[in-house]
């Protein structure tokens, strides 16, 4: 997955307030995209969300529901872990050149 694809899709508010609203539904029918206003503007927030695998949709008859993805979130998750493990070893550094600066001085 390609990280800036994820955060390109996660930048957008609509986009963020659509996995919002899967996150917190509570039934298939709140899944639903066709009870969300702006159908269309919504299938295409969707695809975008569904090209990034962080989320599903199934259509079953005449109804297409929404799931979360975690695929895209694991992706994203795996990122900000090597990330985070390489500042807080440069900031480890810093702290421990500062500590012998204040030694030294």
């Given at each position: 997955?390609?990280?800036a694809r994820l955060f390109q899709a996660?930048?957008?508010p609509t986009r963020r307030?659509?996995?919002?609203?899967?996150t917190y539904a509570r039934s298939p029918s709140q899944r639903s995209p066709s009870r969300w206003n702006h159908a269309h503007a919504v299938a295409q927030h969707l695809q975008v969300l569904e090209d990034c695998v962080l989320v599903h949709t199934e259509k079953v008859g005449r109804v297409r529901t929404c799931r979360i993805e975690p695929t895209g979130f694991d992706a994203l998750e795996q990122w900000i872990a090597d990330h985070r493990t390489i500042w807080e070893r440069r900031l480890d550094r810093l702290g421990t050149l500062l500590e012998e600066s204040d030694e030294d001085g």
């Open positions: 997955m390609e990280i996660l930048g957008d307030a659509m996995l919002d609203r899967l």
